[in-house]
Nanobody, 114 residues
Framework: QVQLVESGGGLVQPGGSLRLSCAAS????????MGWYRQAPGKQREFVAT???????NYADSVKGRFTVSRDTAKNTVYLQMNSLKVEDTAVYYC????????WGQGTQVTVSS
């Protein structure tokens, strides 16, 4: 069983920045793909960004150029640097890991508001 724990969410003003972390209970080198998804109230969970063991990254068009996903294998942690935040970025952000199974974290709340 793989445990994923998100942290770093909070309340920021539009244009601000946050850095989310996803800590894994195993070496992330053993996780083929890790990613971030988000879900706003009343909406479906949507893809945000992914990163592979080879550091290949993909981003949703809505966050491209503003968000950056990265990983630190020594800390078993994946990050999501969120810059130029918009009100529409408000959501619960979930970490996802893919091996032979799919694992989800519990989520961390990001609220962008004046």
């Amino acid at each position: 069983q793989v445990q994923l724990v998100e942290s770093g969410g909070g309340l920021v003003q539009p244009g601000g920045s946050l850095r989310l972390s996803c800590a894994a209970s195993i070496s992330i080198s053993r996780i083929y793909t890790m990613g971030w998804y988000r879900q706003a109230p009343g909406k479906q969970r949507e893809f945000v960004a992914t990163i592979t063991t080879g550091d290949t990254t993909n981003y949703a068009d809505s966050v491209k150029g503003r968000f950056t996903v990265s990983r630190d294998t020594a800390k078993n942690t994946v990050y999501l640097q969120m810059n130029s935040l918009k009100v529409e970025d408000t959501a619960v952000y979930y970490c996802k890991g893919l091996t032979g199974r799919i694992y989800w974290g519990q989520g961390t709340q990001v609220t962008v508001s004046s």
